[in-house]
Nanobody, 124 residues
Framework: QVQPVESGGGLVQTGNSLRLSCLAS????????AAWFRQAPGRQREFLAA????????TYADSVKERFSIARDTATNTVYLNMDNLKPEDTALYFC?????????????????WGQGTQVTVSS
């Protein structure tokens, strides 16, 4: 299994934007769904957004759909998460997941490959 590699995290102030990138290759990544999740200390992993690789169909968590957007680049096998108007409660470790079931894109158990995560910290 190919492990996705995330990048783009960092420390930002409230109201700023960030773009996270997820680079992966291989059949598992390219034929199913890819997604972004996050996990804050002491909390469960939370679904944010997902995209199907071929059709580019997207789905979002209600909590972030007005501020976050997901996109994929089939030429570079990269999935992006654009995050606007960041808030302190967005502080978490952000994970990219691949190989997900397109009929269950919001579920952690749907994905077969996970990255190591990239830290996003939003200061008030």
């Amino acid at each position: 299994q190919v492990q996705p590699v995330e990048s783009g995290g960092g420390l930002v102030q409230t109201g700023n934007s960030l773009r996270l990138s997820c680079l992966a290759s291989g059949r598992i990544f390219s034929t199913y769904a890819a997604a972004w999740f996050r996990q804050a200390p002491g909390r469960q992993r939370e679904f944010l957004a997902a995209v199907t690789w071929f059709a580019g169909r997207t789905t979002y968590a209600d909590s972030v759909k007005e501020r976050f957007s997901i996109a994929r680049d089939t030429a570079t096998n990269t999935v992006y998460l654009n995050m606007d108007n960041l808030k302190p409660e967005d502080t978490a470790l952000y994970f990219c997941a691949s190989g997900g079931n397109v009929h269950a894109m919001m579920e952690v158990e749907s994905y077969v490959a996970w990255g190591q995560g990239t830290q996003v910290t939003v200061s008030s």
